[in-house]
């Protein structure tokens, strides 16, 4: 059976002067996934979209909206994105003073949950917490701004939360996913894959695609990104 790879284009560098047929448009090319960047120029040194930008897409799209907090901190502006329509928060354990009341707070909400791994930051926050999670994401470049390069010690760092969430899932039976996102593109995605990744978010390497003069650049590039999941 085909491993159930999902891929997550980041808004942060789609057209926002025509972002609602920018997200038809790879959805229907074969995305999974909305993901939406969320900063604060407070934890991170840029500013980008909030919760309006959240609810007026919501009608565009039946699938999932996985928000990215990149804001300090976190607990005011979660229950503004559920009720915009996300279906997944995810955090940095850093922004938060209460990691477990954060990610119960997420929950109560009605959304899927998750915390946001920096490259510097250890995987021994998920050791009290593996119970309330949905998502591990781990950056892959240093959160704050698109374009990036993936920083290749990441892979090790997969490899680990790989073994933690597979421990965990042959204990409790319960899924958790493993999303990457940062500098991730055709030529290095099934690297990543192979590291323990079942969720990829891309940004430029999907929006930037043909940069507007190819009609069919999101069905190039998503389908170059599934050839390469396929040899996994």
Aim: proline share 6%.
């Amino acid at each position: 059976m085909a491993k159930p790879f999902r891929i997550a284009p980041s808004i942060l560098s789609a057209n926002f002067a025509k972002l609602g047929q920018e997200i038809t448009d790879v959805i229907t090319s074969g995305a999974d996934i909305v993901h939406f960047d969320v900063m604060d120029n407070h934890y991170v040194p840029n500013l980008t979209i909030g919760p309006l930008v959240c609810e007026a897409i919501r009608p565009v799209t039946d699938a999932i909206i996985d928000v990215h907090l990149m804001v300090k901190p976190v607990d005011r502006i979660i229950p503004d994105f559920a009720k915009a329509g996300a279906n997944i928060i995810t955090f940095h354990p850093e922004a938060s003073d209460h990691i477990d009341r954060s990610l119960s707070l997420i929950r109560d909400n009605g959304c899927k949950s998750g915390l946001v791994f920096n490259p510097a930051t250890p995987l021994s926050y998920l050791d009290y917490v593996m119970d309330k999670i949905d998502m591990v994401l781990l950056m892959s470049v240093n959160p704050g701004f698109g374009g990036q390069k993936f920083i290749p010690g990441t892979l090790d760092k997969l490899r680990e939360a790989r073994a933690r969430i597979d421990a965990y899932t042959e204990k409790t039976g319960r899924e958790i996913w493993l999303e990457i996102d940062g500098g991730v593109n055709p030529s290095n995605i099934a690297e990543i894959a192979r590291a323990g990744a079942d969720t990829f978010v891309a940004g430029s390497a999907v929006f930037g695609a043909g940069k507007d003069t190819d009609p069919n650049r999101y069905d190039t590039v998503i389908g170059a990104l599934r050839a390469e999941l396929a040899k996994v």
